[in-house]
């Protein structure tokens, strides 16, 4: 099998405050980003922690595409 190689370029910005989370529409715009993928385990789905970040991009009109078929504290 040959080698897989990849060049993944992501944009590096940190938002620290109380309610941070209502503004991640207003990030993904100011960066270009109009496709968001969240890539989550099912714990934090069934929490409501994924939903939290889904609700204001929602409100935006930014459709999301959850993947959460994952192992959850994989190390």
């Known amino acids: ?3 897989v190689n990849a060049n993944i370029a ?3 910005m940190l ?5 941070a989370v209502r503004q991640i ?3 993904l715009m100011k960066f270009g ?5 969240v890539v989550t385990d099912p714990f934090m789905v069934a ?4 939903q ?3 609700d204001p991009l929602a409100a935006a009109g930014i459709a ?4 959460s078929d994952t192992v959850s504290d994989p190390t």
Do not use: E, N, Y
């Not at 929490?47 to 994924?50: A, E, M, Q, Y």
């Not at 999301?64 to 993947?67: A, G, K, M, P, R």
């Open 1 to 3: 099998m040959g080698s």
């Open 10 to 12: 992501s944009p590096r």
């Open 15 to 19: 938002l620290i405050a109380g309610g």
């Open 25 to 27: 529409a207003d990030v």
């Open 33 to 37: 980003l109009s496709r968001p993928l």
């Open 47 to 50: 929490s409501g922690h994924v």
């Open 52 to 54: 939290t970040c889904l």
């Open 64 to 67: 999301v595409t959850v993947f």
